[in-house]
Antibody
Framework: EEQLLESGGGLVQPGGSLRLSCAAS????????MSWVRQAPGKGLEWVSA????????YSADSVKGRFTISRDNSKNTLDLQLNALRAGDTAIYYC???????????????WGQGTLVTVSS | QSVLTQPPSVSGAPGQRVTLSCTGT?????????VHWYRQFPGTAPKLLIY???NRPSGVPDRFSGSKSGTSASLAITGLQAEDEADYYC???????????FGGGTKLTVL
């Protein structure tokens, strides 16, 4: 069974940093793009960042560009998201997602983790 | 404000057919990019329901179907059941500048 397990969430003060991790199992991690999608409390879904299968290409939403960094370790089947300069508006559940599709234009989110909650508050 | 527009709520009686809409622009759906749909039950992670406009992953009943035309897409659910009550999100691609985009979600209520 394909599984994604996030960790690293918690309470952090505005301006602080946090590192989220995602452990993948049940599929060949190294051949799939991966993404982070977040959901603020009571709100809809927002794509945050994506990384190609090899890690050579990364993409980020304008709302987090320059503050969040996505990375992966294909030898350990792990995906990370470094969150810096956090704001109250970054408060959300962060989902690790297996991303599939024939090209960037057709990519979709096939498998989701259970999510990890990040709360930014003083 | 979400890039794709979905009605906040839709309702239907058991056994009925309902249609959930997803409206985009020439920068996303209208540019020919595929539309995908997800279902989310309260307190759980979203799950893929339809991919590539009209394809169902294994395990998704054929009561669920997707379609796309112009700048819009639709998710149809026939034979509505109480267990279909959930939030439904559409997703597409917004180009190099827009990235991957979602609708704001539709809460489906089974009366």
């Amino acid at each position: 069974e394909e599984q994604l397990l996030e960790s690293g969430g918690g309470l952090v003060q505005p301006g602080g940093s946090l590192r989220l991790s995602c452990a993948a199992s049940g599929f060949t991690f190294s051949i799939y793009a991966m993404s982070w999608v977040r959901q603020a409390p009571g709100k809809g879904l927002e794509w945050v960042s994506a990384i190609s299968a090899t890690g050579g290409n990364t993409y980020s939403a304008d709302s987090v560009k320059g503050r969040f960094t996505i990375s992966r370790d294909n030898s350990k089947n792990t995906l990370d998201l470094q969150l810096n300069a956090l704001r109250a508006g970054d408060t959300a559940i962060y989902y690790c997602v297996k991303t599939v599709g024939p090209s960037s234009q057709g990519r979709y989110f096939q498998v989701w983790g259970q999510g990890t909650l990040v709360t930014v508050s003083s | 404000q979400s890039v794709l527009t979905q009605p906040p709520s839709v309702s239907g009686a058991p056994g009925q057919r309902v249609t959930l809409s997803c409206t985009g622009t020439s920068a996303n759906i209208g540019a020919g990019y595929d539309v995908h749909w997800y279902r989310q039950f309260p307190g759980t992670a979203p799950k893929l329901l339809i991919y590539g406009n009209d394809n169902r992953p294994s395990g998704v009943p054929d009561r669920f179907s997707g379609s796309k035309s112009g700048t819009s897409a639709s998710l149809a659910i026939t034979g509505l059941q109480a267990e279909d009550e959930a939030d439904y999100y559409c997703q597409s691609y917004g180009g190099l500048l827009g990235g991957w985009v979602f609708g704001g979600g539709t809460k489906l209520t089974v009366l």
